[in-house]
């Protein structure tokens, strides 16, 4: 099973959706600024990703300067409390995959939490291309 943490308002999000989908999957995608966070759900999810709340906030299009969580020494601890509050401050998409769960920016990091990908050639959204016609990734 595949669980995204989604939000349809970005196009990064959207790429990984689309490229697990175009695999052949359908995953679990959960809509986080519409459900929230919980603290365990977020400690659970930063860990098996090998991240912390730091390296997991979303410094742009979010509240996170006005909130002075970009400063030096605000804690981890501070840091979560404040996504809790704000589900935006976290940056997307999470993916869980059997294979691990990963912040996949950019998009093309979901095909390292992928068994199949897509039939290549295959681009995001804005024609980049991410798998080229041989089905290799494209570096």
């Known amino acids: ?6 939000n349809p308002d970005c196009g990064t999000s959207r790429n990984v959706l689309k490229i ?14 519409k459900e929230g966070w ?3 759900q977020l400690l659970a999810l930063f860990a098996a990703a090998g991240i ?5 906030l979303r410094e742009k299009k979010s509240p996170a300067a ?9 804690s981890d601890h501070d840091i ?9 401050l976290v940056n ?20 390292d939490l992928l068994d199949q990908w897509p039939d290549g050639p295959y681009a995001k959204e804005d ?6 016609e041989n089905g290799n990734r494209v570096t």
């Open 80 to 88: 979560l409390e404040q996504m809790l509050e704000h589900p935006v």
């Open 1 to 6: 099973m595949i669980v995204i943490h989604h």
């Open 66 to 74: 006005e909130l002075g969580l970009l400063k030096e020494g605000v």
């Open 20 to 33: 697990v989908r175009d695999a052949g999957y359908e995953p679990v995608v959960i809509e986080y600024l």
């Open 52 to 56: 912390t709340p730091r390296e997991a």
């Open 92 to 111: 997307r998409p999470l993916v869980a995959s059997p294979k691990g769960v990963a912040l996949c920016r950019p998009s093309e990091k979901i095909l």
């Open 38 to 40: 919980t603290r365990p």
């Open 127 to 132: 024609g980049e291309l991410v798998i080229d």
